[in-house]
């Protein structure tokens, strides 16, 4: 039977081929928690193990912590879970990467904690990013996670996949990020829910890691219940970098024959830079529809594009020029390893004397955190990923997305500005 490598990685993890629509039981690789969600998930553990002889978790080294969306702790009760967490932490005997590492969906795949054919989970929806590295990651609720913690399971319906077939050289100052947001833009919230969203093609072949994580992060965007790109020696050299003696299994990738709920081609030879819109990240136009408009804050960052390659792009374009006045540019890369990348390169102090601010690792504003929140009717354009009304402060401002270099472009000028044109 022909599968899809979704189809591959469920039926390795339930020792027995399945199929897309089955109802599974499945074996997990790697759980993942952090600072918000990972209180509620221990409580939903403790509660499962209540009573019972061993109350440990079924695997400590295939669990990680970490903290990013509060660091340092910003309120008494974000002090009190990371308080909490620590003590659990230490009492399980599992990694904890607590306040130093930063974004968890950075974390995770640089520290090799991400493998191609492992079926990962993590109390957040945009897990879904570690499936640039050919595996299948997905966000799961609190609740479940403390059912994985207790079992080491958990069950699934195994999903259809929509294939995106992406053709095409990327045109100057065009990205992945751009690539992303035109195939939300084209499927709309729910086109791919509760679908393995499979991005494949020319295209994405020729995407670097850092890339193919922008996409995979928001398949979730489009109601994708994972993103994945077929592990390939892009990948493989990727990994030998962080797992010593990695070497890649050619398994991983879908069959020619395999069946697909659908199949989209596109080809983006000519496509312009995006920006979705207020207040959905579908509501999508080329930058030549929206520029002009007039911003108050950039910010530049996050698990969809806070990686060094990002920040670079951000640093050549402005080229020792100043933020416009009245901005108020945000850089905070995604990870410590990141952020000593940017600092070794120069860029730190390019920013400052140019007048933004640079931060240390962590989700800062993506989720209206404890800085850099917009206020009433004030405007953002962001890297991140998403754009709902009081996602990034309050409900009455302005959250527009784009990527780095429309972002680095717009920073310069203080309003939305095509990168092209610079």
């Known amino acids: 039977m022909a599968q ?75 002090a009190a879970n990371h308080i909490f967490l620590r003590g659990f932490a230490k009492e399980q005997g599992i990694l904890n990467y607590d306040v130093f590492e930063g974004v968890c969906h950075q974390v995770m795949p640089e520290k090799g904690h991400v493998r191609p054919g492992d079926l990962i989970v993590g109390s957040d929806s945009h897990t879904c990013a570690y499936g640039a590295l050919g595996a299948f990651s997905t966000g ?10 207790a079992t080491g399971k958990l069950w699934f319906r195994v999903p259809q996949t929509l294939r995106f077939e992406i053709e095409g050289k990327l045109p100057k100052f065009v990205h992945s990020k751009d ?21 494949c093609g ?102 969809t594009n806070g990686r060094f390659e990002d920040i670079e792009i951000v640093a050549k374009m402005m080229k020792g020029e100043k933020v416009a006045k009245g901005v108020r540019l945000l850089i905070i890369p995604a990870s410590h390893t990141e952020y000593m990348k940017v600092l070794r390169a120069g860029y730190v102090e ?15 504003p993506c989720m209206g955190g404890s800085f850099g929140l917009l206020g009433k009717g004030e405007v953002g354009l962001s890297t991140s990923n998403r754009n709902f009304k009081g996602r990034q402060g309050s409900p009455d401002a302005f959250v527009y997305l784009s990527s780095p270099a429309t972002a680095a472009a717009s920073a310069l000028y203080g309003e939305i500005k095509d990168p092209r044109k610079i």
Not at 289 to 303: A, H, L, N, T
Request: with cysteine.
């Open 202 to 303: 020319s295209t994405v072949r020729n995407m670097d890691i850092p890339q193919r994580m922008t996409m995979s992060n928001m398949a979730i965007e489009m109601g994708g219940k994972a993103g994945i790109v077929e592990a390939d020696k892009t990948t493989e050299k990727y990994l030998r970098e962080r797992i010593p003696g990695f070497k890649l299994d050619p398994k991983w990738k879908s069959d020619e024959d395999a069946t697909f709920a659908e199949i989209r081609q596109y080809d983006v030879s000519d496509l312009s830079p995006q920006v979705a819109c207020p207040h959905n990240v579908d509501n999508v136009k080329s930058v030549e529809e929206v520029e002009g408009i007039k911003i108050d804050q950039v910010f530049v960052g996050s698990c």
């Open 4 to 78: 899809t490598i979704s189809e591959k990685i469920f039926s390795k993890a339930c020792d027995k081929k399945v199929k897309a629509g089955d109802f599974v039981l499945a074996n997990i690789d790697c759980a993942m928690t952090h600072d918000i969600t990972g209180p509620l998930a221990v409580e939903a553990f403790r509660e499962i193990v209540k009573g019972k002889n061993n109350q440990k978790v079924w695997d400590p080294s295939k669990i990680v912590i970490l903290f990013d969306h509060q660091v340092p702790a910003d309120s008494l009760n974000a």
């Open 140 to 149: 799961i609720g609190s609740t479940d996670m403390g059912f994985v913690f």
């Open 350 to 364: 390019q920013f400052m004397e140019a007048g933004a601010i640079v931060e240390s690792p962590c989700c800062g």
């Open 179 to 199: 690539v992303i947001l035109h195939l939300i833009g084209d499927v709309g919230v729910e086109g791919a829910r509760y679908m393995a969203a499979d991005f």
